[in-house]
């Protein structure tokens, strides 16, 4: 059974970084595609990051681009998001996802397995 925990989440102060890492067991994620989703009070679930299997691909959201880095290790059997410029604006529940496909999904109904989540709050 595939699992996946998420980790490095926190409170920062806007401007601030943080790297969010994302642990899978139960299944090597070599041959699968990742992403980072995340969801605010009150919002949809949103694709922050994705990246295929071998991260050779990746993709963010225009509010995420060139402050955040999504990365993997097939190796280690991790991925993580780096996070740079924090804003209020990504304070969210930041959710890791594993898709059945090697290449990745701009959507979170192409992904099979969730994390649990990690809570990331930005003061200003």
């Known amino acids: 059974q595939v699992q996946l925990a998420e980790s490095g989440g926190g409170l920062v102060q806007a401007g601030g970084s943080l790297r969010l890492s994302c642990a899978a067991s139960?299944?090597?994620?070599?041959?699968?595609?990742m992403g980072w989703f995340r969801q605010a009070p009150g919002k949809e679930r949103e694709l922050v990051a994705r990246?295929?299997?071998?991260?050779?691909?990746?993709d963010y959201a225009d509010s995420v681009k060139g402050r955040f880095t999504i990365s993997r290790s097939n190796m280690r059997n991790t991925i993580w998001l780096q996070m740079n410029s924090l804003t209020p604006e990504d304070t969210a529940i930041y959710y890791c996802?594993?898709?059945?496909?090697?290449?990745?999904?701009?959507?979170?109904?192409?992904?099979?397995?969730w994390g649990q989540g990690t809570q990331v709050t930005v003061s200003s």
């Open positions: 996802a594993q898709r059945e496909y090697s290449n990745s999904s701009p959507s979170p109904d192409g992904y099979s397995y």
């Open positions: 139960g299944r090597a994620i070599a041959n699968y595609a």
């Open positions: 990246i295929n299997y071998s991260g050779a691909m990746t």
